[in-house]
């Protein structure tokens, strides 16, 4: 079945950066892009970004422009978000989605990021 | 930016009453139109795409539906598995949510 397993939470402090991890699993990885997706209970869902889990290409949201960076490895079916200078505006949960025709039908279970001195 | 604009925030249903909630669209998306189910501690699932498609696996009672720029998602029977948060998102023009609807118990 499939499958996109993310990474655990993390801590950071502010002005760093962390890097998320998703793994896929039950499908061929290449065949579907990979969204991120920020979860916050003021501004609710919203898109950062996804990228072409074959060639590498992304698209990113103009907000997260700079913030966010997304990479992939296709030799271990995972994709990557890193997020820099990190303020407490970026504690969220993220979650990795499978982008299949414009909608997401699998989602990661989601990792909270909290920016805290 | 589409904005998509959620109604009502929250809603309290007794089981088994039919429970509609509205996404209305500030321009033209067409069919570009998904809802998702959250469930408290868990992440969304998809229930409808296309505005009126059922995803995979999805019990019957959830439908979609759509008036010019007004998209609705109803629940015929509300069930306790049903209680959780309600998401729309366009397709249109990039990717975007509603605020959300937070489906509780009467």
């Known amino acids: 079945q499939v499958q996109l397993q ?25 065949s579907y892009d990979i969204s991120w997706i920020k979860q916050t209970t003021g501004q609710g869902l919203e898109y950062i970004g996804y990228i072409n889990t074959g060639s590498g290409g992304t698209y990113y949201n103009e907000k997260f422009k700079g913030k966010a960076t997304l990479t992939v490895d296709k030799s271990s079916s995972t994709a990557f978000m890193q997020l820099s200078s990190l303020t407490p505006e970026d504690t969220a949960v993220y979650y990795c989605a499978r982008l299949a025709s414009d909608y997401f039908d699998y989602w990661g279970q989601g990792v909270m990021v909290t920016v805290s001195s | ?24 669209a500030s321009q033209d998306i067409g069919n570009w139109l998904a809802w998702y189910q959250q469930k408290p501690g868990k992440s969304p699932q998809l229930l409808i795409y296309d505005a009126t498609s059922l995803a995979d696996g999805v019990p019957s009672r959830f439908s979609g539906s759509r008036s010019g720029t007004q998209y609705s998602l109803k629940i015929s029977r509300l069930q306790v598995e049903d209680i959780g948060s309600y998401y729309c998102q366009q397709a249109h023009s990039n990717w975007t949510f509603g605020g959300g609807t937070k489906l509780e118990l009467k």
């Open chain 2, 1 to 24: 930016d589409i904005q998509m604009t959620q109604s009502p925030a929250s809603l309290s249903a007794s089981l088994e009453e039919i429970v509609t909630i509205t996404c209305q």
């Open chain 1, 6 to 30: 993310q990474s655990g939470a993390e801590l950071a402090k502010p002005g760093s950066s962390v890097k998320i991890s998703c793994k896929a699993s039950g499908y061929t990885f290449t």
